[in-house]
């Protein structure tokens, strides 16, 4: 049975509460950030994977940038609607340990 994720709140320090597909940047904290160090972690073959717990950090910031980069996205460090929908596409890659 596919499990099914339902639209979240999440605070943003300085703007507030977004719903659904929301965008994180440098501060935010909750489950929609660890979503997002999932899928980079997933995405990207640098080492050491960052540490899944729900903080957007410097670490964070300095992998969603990179992530942007190599995909041609605007560099800003903002996980909004182009990069959501870049690291969202398709399935993930295995990933060989």
């Known amino acids: 049975m596919p499990i099914v994720v339902a639209p979240i709140d999440i605070q943003i320090p300085g703007g ?3 719903n659904g597909s929301t965008t994180i940047r440098q501060g935010s904290a909750g489950p929609r950030v660890a979503y997002c160090q999932n899928l980079l972690n997933a995405r990207l073959t640098a080492q050491p994977c960052l540490w899944v ?3 957007f950090g ?3 910031d300095n992998r969603v940038r990179q992530y942007q980069a ?3 996205l605007p ?4 996980v909004g609607p182009q990069t959501w929908a870049a690291l969202e596409a398709g399935p993930p890659p295995i990933k060989k340990m």
Do not use: A
Not at 75 to 78: A, F, L, N, Q, R
């Open 75 to 78: 560099v800003d460090g903002i």
């Open 16 to 18: 507030g509460v977004q």
């Open 70 to 72: 190599l995909n041609r």
């Open 58 to 60: 410097p670490k964070t």
């Open 53 to 55: 717990d729900g903080n």
